[in-house]
């Protein structure tokens, strides 16, 4: 049983998805998710302490068939990491769930989106353990098309959201095509698909164009995947209309999982020696990740509306995990993995508070939450709470993922990408500050209907502010998983 | 020309890549999006098959006969999950296309950015 847990991770919440389609009455399908995600996120946990005890990678080979005539799922310090991060919040969310989703979604296509969002957490999940690279397409696909059936069924209540998951069905569709079409090519060039495999035979074809126009349609299309800017504007319409469950679940998963495939192919397979790969392919991410980090603060500060506002937030905290990786050191893949784990606990937390205010009020602009600070003070200083850990302010996660990221580019005598760094974080302090505003220098204006909070609607939220708030007092031991997980890739010291 | 003849399949397979992603970007209405992607996946299919095939190869079958080329059958069996998908893909576009239609009357891109910027002016007051 216990060796058998890499596959176990990914085949609980799969086989769940059609059983939850087929239950009948919307507590069993969400009893179901609850207790799969559960499970998930428990295997997780154990795989990643299973991980750092056996200070491997644990290999496991499907059907006994060694790599790379098998697929074998590779659980190494980089993927027991990023593991627990995609179960845990989708446990959280899915306990958060039950209450946004009677409020939001038609009460007979309950089972069938409790059967979506099993197979999204399923897909994501194979994306993380699978040691092929065309699983992960596969896997890729699978969470993708369930992503956009869920953000789809928002047009109950919003019927943007179906213009808005269309175009994600678009680019997201582009972007796994480009993907594909890549690995073709590295295919022809090698043979194998195994990423083990695929990257030592590459030596052997270093420096042939195929091998460039390879590695460049990869990352496009990860690029794609991940909302990197320029390539974000998918990603504001369906996290916005998107239910507010499912906003809370993609918002701190479905990015960093690309993020996270994105790492294990640039340097997992093509490898920070590649020709080209440090100088050219990590200015460009470096460029684009800081532009990023602005548009992404500058357009969050324009908007009113919450869930918009922290989706473009998202493109500027996904700029910051691509300086880390544009910096292409053992300090920045650890400032992106700090990041990509803190920044799903914020996200998570803010998109669950969020989702609370949406569910009652109908949406959550900044018109909703004046003077809500006092009405619904839990919830509004989980928000709090959120935005000052996206600002960076110290005592929060978002402290010590600022400080490692700035720590990375001094070490290469970045000054000026430091300083803009730190510039643009220092701008969120504007978008939170409207958020302080509202909510507690206004009062609330006459009109305006009650909000209530009870603890079904804000623990789920706080479990993560909990998190955020203790990672960011206690950061040593995830720096250490972070620095094991960068150690995969690159070797370096601490 | 030696290129192009002993690789046409290539170019072929590019010429189709280009229309498809042409389409799918420059085309403001849904259904003619969806054709463009469907062009741009089939290319990609395409690709995969074609690197399979070896000059007079035959089917990868052990039999007594002599026979020493055979087609690589790998690249075909993962395009026949990369078909499923694109698909079940197609299947999802065309399914909120139709729901699209049935709640905004139209399905072209800047009809439905008018009528959602009209929209929202209007949530913004309220």
């Known amino acids: 049983m216990m060796q058998h847990l890499p596959i176990l991770q990914i085949i609980v919440p799969l086989l769940g998805a059609p059983l939850a389609a087929l239950l009948r009455g919307r507590d069993l399908a969400w009893g179901l998710a609850l207790l799969l995600t559960g499970v998930a996120f428990l295997i997780s946990v154990v795989l990643f302490g299973q991980q750092k005890i056996a200070g491997e990678a644990l290999i496991y080979e499907l059907g006994g068939w060694p790599a790379p005539i098998g697929i074998v799922y590779v659980i190494d310090a980089a993927s027991a990491l990023v593991l627990p991060v995609v179960s845990g919040i989708a446990f959280v969310a899915t306990i958060a769930a039950r209450r946004l989703v009677e409020a939001e979604i038609d009460a007979r296509d309950h089972a069938l989106f409790y059967a979506a969002w099993l197979l999204t957490i399923a897909g994501m999940l194979g994306q993380v353990t699978t040691g092929d690279a065309f699983n992960i397409f596969v896997f890729l696909e699978i969470s993708s098309l369930s992503a956009y059936a869920l953000v789809a069924m928002g047009a109950g209540r919003d019927r943007r959201a179906l213009p808005a998951a269309f175009n994600y069905l678009i680019l997201g569709t582009v972007g796994a095509t480009f993907y594909v079409i890549g690995l073709g090519l590295l295919y022809m060039l ?64 479905a990015t960093k999982v690309s993020v996270y495939v994105l790492i294990r192919l640039i340097f997992g397979v093509f490898g920070i020696e590649f020709p080209g790969l440090a100088d050219a392919v990590g200015l460009l991410i470096l460029t684009l990740g800081i532009a990023g980090a602005f548009v992404g ?66 949406r959550a602009s900044m018109h909703t939450i004046e003077g809500a600070g006092r009405q619904i003070p839990i919830t509004m200083t989980a928000i709090l709470v959120g935005g000052l850990a996206l600002i960076g302010v110290p005592l929060t996660a978002g402290f010590i993922s600022k400080l ?54 804000y623990v789920p939220a706080w479990l993560m502010v909990v998190a955020t708030i203790g990672f960011g007092i206690f950061s040593a031991p995830l720096v250490e998983a972070a620095y094991a997980a960068a150690n995969v890739f690159i070797g370096g010291t601490r | 020309m030696s290129m192009l003849a002993g690789q046409w399949n290539y170019f072929l397979v590019i010429a189709l890549m280009m229309i498809g992603f042409y389409t799918v970007i420059a085309r403001g209405n849904m259904v003619k999006k969806m054709v463009g992607l469907t062009i741009f996946q089939t290319s990609v299919f395409m690709l995969y098959i074609s690197m399979g095939k070896i000059a007079n190869g035959t089917a990868p079958i052990l039999t007594d006969a002599a026979q020493k080329a055979y087609a690589n059958p790998l690249p075909h069996v993962l395009i026949l999950t990369a078909i499923v998908v694109g698909v079940a893909t197609t299947a999802v576009g065309y399914a909120l296309i139709i729901r699209v239609y049935e709640s905004y009357g139209t399905i072209e891109d800047d009809e439905l950015i008018k009528i959602i910027e009209a929209e929202e002016d209007e949530g913004a007051d309220a």
Do not use: C
Request: charged share 10%; glycine share 6%; aromatic share 10%.
């Open chain 1, 190 to 253: 090698t043979g194998t698909l195994n990423l083990m495999d695929l990257s030592e035979r590459l030596a052997d074809v270093e420096s042939t164009r195929a091998v460039f126009t390879a590695l460049a349609f990869i990352a496009l299309g990860l690029f794609l995947k991940m909302a990197l800017f320029p390539l974000h504007f998918w990603l504001v319409p369906a996290y916005a209309h998107a239910p507010s469950a499912v906003s809370a679940l993609m918002a701190a998963t």
């Open chain 1, 297 to 362: 603060t500058l357009a969050a500060i324009l908007e009113t509306d919450l869930k918009k506002l922290f989706a473009q937030s998202s493109i500027a905290q996904l700029g910051y995990m691509a300086i880390g990786i544009g910096a292409m050191s053992a300090t920045g893949l650890a400032a992106a993995f700090i990041h990509l784990f803190n920044h799903a606990l914020m996200k998570g937390a803010l998109f669950l508070a969020i989702g609370a205010i949406a569910a009652q009020a109908g």
């Open chain 1, 404 to 457: 490692y990221l700035i720590r990375a580019l001094l070490e290469q005598d970045f000054w000026m990408l430091a300083g803009l760094t730190f510039i643009s974080s220092a701008l969120a302090l504007a978008y939170v500050w409207k958020i302080i505003e509202a909510a507690w220098l206004k009062e609330r204006p006459e009109d305006a209907p009650v909000l209530t909070e009870s603890p079904v609607q």
